[in-house]
């Protein structure tokens, strides 16, 4: 039966929807979009198995406090299904916006079921599951045996591994998804899922140090750290963003495991000075001890009854000690200070940190299901736009950026060329083509733009005075394309009737 000591929370998981149509369409165009048809059709197996994997994943988990399927085998899913995403990835950087091919993924909040996020993202699809990993292995860590040292020390390391989870969530996919961010996907609120993760795992450490009896210090350095972070918790479950995602019951839960540990530590603080020999010390400290348990078990009550009724077993255990250390000072004669001041350090009593997951972004074997394709190309660098030229009043058919960066010329189906300053400023427009201006070049030297027209001839411009410098025709059809030498010494000229 859990005791307030052992008592641990579960997360629950996110819920999501039936994609398995939409998606694998979306994923056999993006296929058709680079191999063709014979592509596509070597791939479907694949993208079947994906879309079917998914959709096993979406009936189990998520949608209850204990699933049918073992947690271990859940982990493994998940983990294969975001390795499947990270082949996709790989291979199509950009899958995010209402113009890409990828579906519309709904998400259910985890806290909030009847909030849901929509978006066509491939990085909500990641988000989500990523967060039903770090959830899978939460459970899989309560499912453990707390009751051997071993078995202290599997849940411990299986709770620092969800925390891992959490904190790749929150610097990598969460910070990739389209506003508005589901407020279980906050930096916020994932900040806090990986602090409670943290906390869970160093109480079973707690628990295997008591287990293997430890000597009493030790065993109140790692309660007074319990009582820390515990306190710690509660502060943030105050804070009013966090207070709209998290039931109010979380601040009476830490509050109560705060105060707890803090009452643990005090207690086995007053047993060490007893086996120590100076019970004229532990006195007064198991005296303080039971007094804060009687504050303790008031907040038990706001928690459970269940709670309440085992710190009132923890009560029944520090009286034993007290009467103890009292019956062995009758004969000790020691002085008994009416109270003392305990100073509990706690240097080297976090064991709890973070595991990052190893597993989910390094496709390979079946998990890169786009491996026909080819391998993965050097991954594209995107840019943020720095500004729009504006100004021409037909279609931009053509545009050259000077060698040295500084310059931008721009050809119009309005007949103008314009030179720019970068990264915005209008320096020139230039007026000579009777016609649509079909391309555009300039120099590698900087010196001289060329513009190429529908009315067949190419004109040689000089790029710091705007001057017309020469006028070249020949041509008997539209020029369509430009282009200079590296010594900036000559100009090859294309047109549509096939001479250059």
Sequence with gaps: MPTAYSILLCLPGKKTTDTDASFKNALLQLVRSKCGDVGASECYPAISRVTDLRGWLQRHVGTAAKPEVPPQELREALSKYLRCLASLVARFPILEGEGTCVPRFTWHDAFHPNRCTAQHSISLERAGFLFNLGTTTCHQALACDRSTPQGAKNASLLFQEAAGVFTSLQAGEAAKILAPQPDDMSPMCLAVLTKL??????????RKAVLERVNHRETARLAEQLSVLYEELRRDFCDP??????????????????????????????????SEGAVGKAIPVLKQASSYLLGTKELAKSVSEAMAGSVAKIQDAVKKALALAKRDNTIAQQHVPASIEVDITLLGALLAQPILPSNIDVPDGEDDFLSQMGPPSKPIQYFECMTTLVGHTGEVRGVAISSDGDHIVTGSADGTV????????????????????TSVAITPDCTICISGS????????????????????GHTAVVSCLAVTPDSSTCLVGSYDDTI
């Design 197 to 206: 993760m943290l906390v869970q795992a160093q109480q079973c450490e707690y």
């Design 241 to 274: 963003k966090l207070s709209k995602i998290f039931d109010k019951c979380m601040v009476a839960y830490t509050t109560f495991k705060a105060s707890l540990f803090h009452a643990e530590a005090l207690a086995q603080i007053g047993k060490a000075l007893h």
């Design 418 to 437: 314009k030179v720019w300053g970068v990264p915005e400023e209008l320096l020139a427009t230039l007026c000579a083509h009777t016609d649509e201006v």
């Design 454 to 473: 529908r009315d067949k001839t190419a004109k040689v411009w000089d790029m710091k005075t705007g001057q017309l410098k020469a006028n070249l025709t």
